[in-house]
């Protein structure tokens, strides 16, 4: 089993102090205030109160109440190494028991995650306490998927579950056994895999770096079969109640996106620290997980935006083609799935599960952070170049008012001229609401933004590449504003 922790130990700075205490056995290892790592004095520090690397802000904004909800933790897993002896040890009659209690939690992985309720906040707050939860103690298992999918098709039904539980094998391999996780490659290049770029780079020292296959074939069935698990047990109550009536169809009609970022330390000796995010040396691996509309961007070296993902609406031919229809336009002009949702994936809405509103998770791998340890001819076969300065996570509130340039111009300027000491990532997580509270009307919804910090923080150039039109927005909003009051 794995664990997860709202927080981590960070080692003092002062190693000359802890060498003193050790010879003076001032400090000892059973003390768990002071030390969990040899006799090292340690400083807990909880990640929602980070703020010099991590900042989260949310407001309701123009709606009775918020329905968003966000997560940070830090989740600890056995090593690559430990797991895979594990789950193909043939001489272990219970692997399940000796995975849930005797492998060591070695490897620490930062996660991030934003939810975007609909219809109520159940949904939301069930996966801001349960999803990081789900994820950590699932046992990744070939036909315990198999018979996951197989509840969905005789408790869901439809032709949707029926079609891929008739398909499980040729699903299995699409998705999880051989994609190593290219869907990356959906957002840059719709051709070979070879036109994406070369996938191996090498170091200064000769060893090869596969920058498209970031994670085995059982770290990919954990996410699918953790999201799926959680969506049908808990999030639709299948397992509780599962006939369907007009009660069950209330209690269960809420809803809610769900985007992730999971970030750890390619040398995975490196994540063995608590800390190994705050000053990284070396590679990261950048791990993001897709259900809804939810928008991840990431700011590189230049100060450019890139989105991270892409939202899973009716408008998207990839989705319609997963779905085969079902799509309508309403008096707006916006084209809706079921009649009713904006999304063509969410977690609960049980009403629309039979038809393909799945939280089947679209799963993303990139290759980030310094870039010291690489040849100069290799660091453009990086995704975004290296040295990337931060990664910003908002709901639709925030995406629907600015796009992903603006969102990291107004983090950037705000940097730029408040400075680095003031301008901390909480600091400019709260200007983001706040701009969007001043340039929203009164249907505008919930607003979420989380920021995590990466090693370039700050050393982007000095621009504002869309401050003209942040500005626009600001009067048009305050004209606005004024011609409601004159009425």
Not at 339 to 346: C, E, H, L, P
Not at 476 to 483: A, F, I, P, T, V
Request: a neutral charge.
């Amino acid at each position: 089993m794995g664990k997860a922790q709202a927080h981590i130990y960070l080692k003092p700075a002062n190693e000359v102090l802890h060498k003193a205490l050790r010879v003076n056995n001032a400090i000892t290892t059973t003390s768990p205030k002071h030390s969990i790592q040899g006799a090292q004095p340690m400083l807990r520090v909880l990640l929602n109160k980070f703020p010099s690397f991590i900042g989260h802000a949310g407001s309701r904004i123009s709606r009775r109440y918020n329905e968003d909800t966000y997560s940070i933790n830090l989740l600890k897993l056995p090593a690559t190494g430990a797991e895979m002896n594990c789950l193909k040890n043939k001489n272990i009659d219970n692997k399940e028991e000796v995975w849930h209690n005797e492998l060591p939690l070695k490897k620490n992985i930062l996660n991030l995650s934003v939810f975007d309720g609909h219809g109520g906040d159940r949904v939301s707050k069930l996966l801001a306490s349960e999803l990081h939860n789900r994820i950590i103690d699932t046992y990744p298992s070939k036909a315990a998927f198999f018979a996951l999918l197989k509840q969905y098709k005789d408790n869901v039904g439809g032709e949707y579950w029926d079609r891929i539980y008739e398909k499980r094998d040729t699903y299995y391999k699409k998705f999880i056994a051989s994609c190593n996780t290219k869907e990356e490659q959906v957002l840059f290049k719709s051709g070979k895999a070879s036109e994406s770029g070369p996938r191996m780079i090498f170091d200064k020292w000769g060893n090869i770096i596969d920058k498209t296959s970031l994670l085995n074939e059982n770290e990919r069935l954990r996410l699918f079969m953790s999201f799926l698990k959680l969506d049908f047990t808990e999030c639709c109550g299948y397992e509780q109640e599962p006939s369907m009536s007009e009660r069950t169809e209330a209690k269960f009609s809420s809803g809610s996106t769900a985007s992730s970022v999971f970030i750890t330390s390619y040398d995975e000796a490196d994540s063995f620290d608590e800390s190994f995010f705050v000053n990284p040396q070396g590679l990261l691996k950048l791990v993001v997980t897709q259900v809804g509309d939810a928008k991840i961007i990431l700011c590189d070296k230049n100060g450019i935006a890139h989105s991270l993902t892409k939202v899973h609406h009716p408008t998207s031919l990839r989705e319609s083609r997963r779905l085969g229809g079902n799509f309508q336009t309403d008096s707006f002009g916006d084209t809706r799935f079921l009649n009713n949702f904006s999304n063509t994936r969410s977690f609960g809405d049980r009403v629309g599960k039979k038809d393909g509103l799945s939280a089947e998770p679209d799963i993303y791998s990139y290759l980030i952070g310094s870039s010291m340890s690489l040849p100069h001819s290799e660091i453009t076969k990086l995704q975004f170049g290296g040295d990337e300065c931060f990664i910003c996570l908002v709901t639709d509130g925030v995406s629907d008012l600015l796009t992903d340039q603006e969102i990291v111009d107004l983090i950037t300027s705000t940097v730029n001229n408040r400075g680095l000491k003031t301008a901390s990532p909480q600091y400019v997580a709260d200007e983001v609401i706040k701009y969007i509270a001043a340039i929203a009307n009164r249907d505008a919804d919930n607003s979420t933004c989380l920021v995590l910090r990466l090693p370039n923080w700050g050393n982007w150039p000095v621009i504002d590449r869309t401050g003209r039109s942040r500005e626009e927005k600001l009067m048009m909003s305050s004209q606005g504003g004024s011609e409601r009051l004159n009425v």
